[in-house]
Each structure stands twice: as C-alpha cells, then as structure tokens.
C-alpha cells in the first residue's frame, strides 16, 4: 500500500511512514504543488497510489468517479504532523482491509 498525501498534508510525514506505507510520497515531493485536483487524481491512477487528504475534494471524485484511485480522508481538522504521522500509523489494518475491499472508494478517518 502506498499512500500519496495532498498538499494540505506535510510533506515530512512521509519519512515516518514509510515502514507500514513503503513507496508512499506527498505531491511536493513529485514537484506537483501546481497540480490540480483532476491532475492529482489521475497520477494516483496511474501509479498505484492511495490518496490522503483532509478536504472533501477527492471524496466528491471518488463518488463521482469510483476507483482507482482509491481516497482516505482523514476527518481531523488541522493537526501538527506528529499527529498525522500518529493516525496514519493507528490505522494501518483499517487501511490494508479497505485497499482489498473492491466495493470501497472512501475510507473516512475521524480522529
């Protein structure tokens, strides 16, 4: 499972998850932070990612759309990163059932 996390989440995240997300990265960290949301969503597609965000954008797509890419979104207000880094490591069972779940789209976080 690699995780590809929107621009609203940091980018230094990434390093602290990469044992239970291996190949996981952020959109500046692929020179992407011009990229909009259609741009985002089909480079997800198109390498395998999931996407993490904390804004409804991509939950909108993945209804209007389905999967792949398949959206986690983390329901959790701004948080520092240690937090983020803390929530995503919590939920990495939630996260593998969801990624091997066909009938899924979106996996809401409330945290």
């Known amino acids: ?20 997300y291996p190949e996981s990265s952020q959109i500046a960290l692929l020179g992407m932070d011009a990229a909009n949301d259609r741009q985002v969503w089909a480079y997800a597609q198109q390498n395998g990612y999931i996407l993490v965000t904390q804004d409804s954008d991509f939950h909108e797509m993945s ?4 999967h792949p ?3 986690i979104w983390l329901k959790c207000g701004n948080q520092p990163r240690r937090r983020i880094v803390d929530i995503l490591l919590s939920i990495t069972e939630e996260v593998q059932a969801f990624a091997c779940n066909p009938e899924l789209s979106c ?5």
């Open 1 to 20: 499972m690699k995780l590809l996390l929107d621009e609203n989440l940091s980018r230094r995240v990434i390093p602290a998850i990469l044992d239970a």
């Open 63 to 66: 209804v209007l759309y389905g």
């Open 69 to 71: 890419p398949k959206v």
């Open 107 to 111: 996996l809401e976080i409330y945290a």
